[in-house]
């Protein structure tokens, strides 16, 4: 029998689990006290001082990848649709390659935010990098929300704690170790929170199969649910991979990583080592569901198959850290996501509102205090939406995939102009918007994000051809954001 020493027979006590996940938390905010010694400057706290390492990229970005819409998304997905659950994997191992390939290079310009990366394409122009810092922040805030649903249901299912009680605990507890230790923090408990969750993601995949029978009984199961996915349309199973490759290309938290690895090289091993990982994984949230649902395919709630087996299915000291490595799935992509956003809300924001960006003697205090009002924002986010992967693709769709196209046109097209990149991200988002209150085309599409993508990429096209091209160069443009940039760091 596969791993019997963890077998006790007893199931997860909410005490028991309250107590691990409590002395979990006070691990990480130790390792974070720890760390907050080294911060000293703005791009210290919110950049770890542009110096990371390979393993702790690679510890960090796996951590990210694999968050909420892994552990419970997918395998929810998994769980109604078979092994249309590794399309979500499948499109994120995709999207972290196309990273490395295409955009790790914007490590040596400096940048601090995603908006100075667009703009920098498009000549520092203001307006366009004014909108994308709005767009960007409301982005980041957007996936630390699915990150917080997401922990809120594990702790709450485990805990018989009300969901929105949850959702606060949820949120104080990384908002507390994020602040004490700024990006550093993240790296580390990020890094340490990837080993967690792979562990407790392996052990649960071979668990459950042997569970239901072994690798024969999975092989019967794969086929009778192919036939769903062979009697449904494929295009929403195409569009859901695509949708999550576009998420990985266009979200501040993945782009932070870049800014903030010690050399180009680094940064682009880190993330195709990243990518090969994620596509090895991306089968095992599809295996996990199939087997949920083999055991018990009454579920109301497709999100809580993950939770269901952990708790009710799995050994007791087994089921523990599998929670728990639910959980740091969780909050490793939360805890990136808020500094992703912070680094926007003073970048971008702060700019905006007050004419100036914030004195670099305050950057620290400011940064922290701009976490706090980032989770807080994001925690109301959570009150609006039932499911992670519908919450995930309304918000790719409308944020992301006209940022995704506006970053294409501006990087690889010299003609681009910024009001091209203006009307690719709101042609964008328009576009997706349509296709999400129109049933039929949802249905048919299974999300807005493809649609949305070739309506802001043809959009970009024809506006930048009508309008004059840009006069200011490359060497012009990073110069002018340098310059913005001395205030802060």
């Known amino acids: 029998m596969v791993i019997a020493f963890l077998q006790t027979g007893d199931s997860i006590s909410p005490l028991t689990f309250l107590l691990t996940f409590g002395l ?4 990480m905010i130790t390792l974070s006290v720890f760390i907050s010694k080294k911060q000293h400057s703005g791009a210290d706290f919110l950049l770890g001082g542009r110096s990371v390492p390979i393993l702790l990229m690679l510890g960090t970005t796996i951590a990210t990848l694999v968050g909420t819409g892994s552990s419970m998304g997918a395998v929810g997905k998994g769980y109604s649709t078979g092994w249309i659950g590794a399309f979500y994997g499948i499109g994120g191992a995709l999207g972290m390659m196309l990273l490395a390939v295409l955009f790790s290079k914007a490590r040596k310009l400096r940048f601090m935010t995603m908006s100075e990366e667009i703009s920098y394409y498009f000549g520092a122009n203001k307006a366009i990098k004014n909108l994308v810092g709005i767009l960007t922040y409301i982005a980041s805030i957007g996936w630390l929300g ?46 340490i929170q990837a080993i967690i969750l792979f562990l407790g993601f392996i052990l649960m995949g071979i668990y459950s199969m042997d569970n239901v029978g072994g690798g024969q009984a999975l092989i019967a199961m794969g086929k009778q ?24 290309l266009a979200t501040p938290s993945y782009r932070q990583r870049i ?9 682009k091993k880190s993330f195709l080592y990243t990518g090969i990982i994620y596509l090895f994984f991306s089968f095992f949230p599809a295996i996990i569901g199939m087997t949920a649902y083999q055991l018990n395919p009454g579920l109301t709630d497709p999100d809580t198959a993950f939770i269901y087996l952990a708790s009710d299915v799995l050994p007791l000291a087994m089921g523990i850290l599998v929670i728990i490595a639910g959980l740091s799935a969780t909050m490793s992509s939360a805890s990136s996501d808020a500094i992703a956003g912070v680094s926007i809300l003073l970048r971008d924001v702060y700019g905006q509102v007050f004419g100036k960006l914030p004195d670099k003697r305050n950057a620290i205090l400011f940064s922290r205090i701009g976490i706090g009002i980032t989770t807080g924002i994001a925690l109301v986010f959570t009150l609006f939406s039932e499911t992670i992967i519908g919450y995930i693709n309304g918000m790719i769709g409308i944020i992301l995939s006209g940022l995704f196209a506006s970053t294409v046109l501006g990087k690889f097209w010299k003609r681009a102009t910024w009001q091209g990149g203006i009307s690719a991200i709101l042609s964008g988002s328009v576009t997706a918007i349509i296709i999400n209150l129109y049933s039929p085309w949802q249905n048919f599409w299974g999300n807005g994000v493809i649609p949305a993508v070739a309506m802001a990429l043809l959009c970009g096209i024809l506006v930048s051809l009508m309008t004059p091209p840009r006069a200011t160069t490359h060497g012009q443009a990073l110069a002018i954001l340098e310059e913005e940039r001395k205030q802060i760091e």
């Open 24 to 27: 979990y938390i006070l691990s």
């Open 146 to 191: 699915a990150h917080i649903m997401g922990g809120a249901k594990y702790l709450s299912w485990i805990s018989d704690i009300d969901l929105l009680y949850c959702k606060i605990i949820i949120t104080i507890a990384f908002s507390i170790y994020v602040i004490v230790g700024g990006y550093l923090a993240v790296v580390w408990t990020d890094t």
């Open 259 to 267: 800014y903030s690895a010690d050399s180009v090289n680094n940064v």
């Open 225 to 248: 649910r192919a036939e769903i996915f062979f009697d449904e349309p494929v295009l929403p199973a195409i569009s859901l991979a695509f949708a999550i490759a576009v998420a990985v």
